[in-house]
């Protein structure tokens, strides 16, 4: 049984304003702790991370805008036999909401996890702030020069600030510095220009202002000069042609795979050398033969691969297998975490018909079945796939997939998890899942106990030194030494 009250929300602040163009936007910010005192409840939300939602409404209580935001917490471990949260943090902003009349909205926060409540919702009501922005005219530019020749250089140039207003144009104005003769004057749109038809060792100079909608910068110059020409070389005489050689064999590659149809999903291609072909192939990436350099139909890529369409098996279906997600890290530049997957036992009716679960016909050492992590940025952008294959039997209804792959600077990722037939027949085993992982922060040092500090080699030692010893104690403790000495002594004389 889940619990509305197992995370407590707190709005800490909220903003609700226009600027000068009449674009809204509300802000608000939310403290969230969790409320856990059975164990029970912990092991679930390991599993199932919840989701926050906003939901922004009219005084009336016209719904106008819903966000949703996935949470991630961050569990620490058990410390003097109970287990502490952190306390966490997380902002929410709602756009597009210019249309609006109402000057004044109402926003309220809850989360849900696994589609149960596992908050109350709390609510805010703000008033709209318009901000007023006051622009100024454009800031001069920096101006430099590259690739000079003896007659054309490029002129670039860099805006510094805008004023508050976007830039509509740059003004530019090239003269010869010796005669003062305007060599050329535009308006342009970009920062960048080839000057051409100078002359060569000669001095000029380039100036530019910068102008948006409320006028032009303080204008800046930055003066060049043209090389000297190099005489020109007579024309040697021209070889004879060399034979053709033959055309260099390429292959178009396509990042994804064919679905249960044989329709290819995507009909992005890059061309590729064939010295490169075996490293697209490690990669699990498809290749197909480029012919003249035109790219294959779908039909041609279905043929290349010898690809059939398979035969319908009603038993196949989603309920087959369970993925159950482990706890991924990400940190270091390194993703890691597992996968569990569990055949479901199979259900029949009356009629000894299989209705759901596994079909003990997939139960083999050669009916292998793949299953298939894709890793992604947060804006959806491949970063690897990874394909395995599952080997279930009458013995063995569970494997274990572990994955530690090294994704780069990202600091957070999308994982999508897949169980399908083959690479090639992507009739799904399993329903498709997704989580979110954000990079796990630096590990906090255990504190010490009261009384307790920390030495230079990072152990916990006493606060207050070792008290001293009384004088009397110490009197009859140098006796006994001084009484023993002389005992040794008139031993070893006499022996």
Known sequence: ????????????????????????????????????????????????QPTAYLQLTTVDGIVTNISQKNIVINWKKVYRGQVTYPVNEFDFKITGIDNLPDNIMRATVYMWSDM???????????????????????????????????????????????????????????????????ILQKTLTSTRIKVENLQSNTNYKAYVFVTNAIGNSF????????????????????????????????????????????????????????SNLQNLLSENKYVFYCKDGIIPTEQQVRDFYGYTAPVADSSINTTMVSQLI????????????????ITNEAQYNNNNKLISGFNPFYYSETKNLTSLVQIKSKTGVPIAVKPNG???????????????????????????????????????FAENKQIQVVETPPDEPE?????????????????DPLPEI??????????????????????????
């Not at 049984?1 to 910010?29: C, H």
């Not at 050689?245 to 064919?258: A, E, G, H, Q, R």
């Not at 009397?472 to 040794?488: M, N, P, Q, R, S």
Request: aromatic residues 12%.
């Open 116 to 182: 149960k409540a596992v908050s109350y919702s709390i609510s805010t009501q703000k008033t709209l702030e318009s901000q007023t922005i006051t622009a100024t005219v454009p800031e001069s530019a920096s101006i430099g020069f590259d690739n000079p020749t003896s007659n054309s250089v490029y002129v670039f140039w860099q805006p510094n600030k805008t004023g508050g207003s976007p830039i509509i144009s740059y003004g530019l104005t090239v003269k010869n510095e010796d005669t003062g003769q305007t």
């Open 219 to 274: 204008e800046q110059s930055y003066g060049f000069k043209t090389l000297e020409a190099t005489p020109t070389p007579p024309t040697p005489p021209t070889p004879p042609t060399p034979p053709t050689p033959p055309p260099v064999i390429t292959y178009c590659v396509n990042v994804y795979t064919l679905d249960s149809g044989g329709n290819v999903l995507s009909n992005h291609y890059d061309k590729i050398n064939l």
């Open 390 to 428: 599952l080997n279930f039997t009458q013995t063995e209804k569970d494997e274990i997939i572990h994955i530690d792959e090294a994704v780069g600077n990202f600091k957070e990722l999308i994982v999508d998890f897949f169980v399908w037939k083959s690479t090639t027949d992507l009739r799904a």
């Open 1 to 48: 049984m889940v619990a509305p009250s197992l995370i407590q929300l707190q709005i800490l602040d909220s903003t609700y304003t226009e600027d000068s163009n009449g674009n809204r936007k509300f802000t608000i910010k939310i403290k969230f702790d969790t409320n856990f005192s059975e164990s029970s409840w912990i092991n679930y939300y390991v599993q199932k």
């Open 326 to 341: 482990g706890t991924f890290i990400l940190k270091d530049g390194r993703l890691k975490g597992q996968i569990m997957y």
């Open 470 to 495: 009384p004088r009397d104690k110490l009197i009859d403790t140098l006796k006994g030494f001084l009484f023993g000495t002389v005992a040794l002594s008139l031993l070893a004389r006499k022996y």
């Open 447 to 463: 504190p010490c106990e009261i009384g307790f500090h920390k030495d230079f080699s990072g152990k916990c030692v006493p606060d």
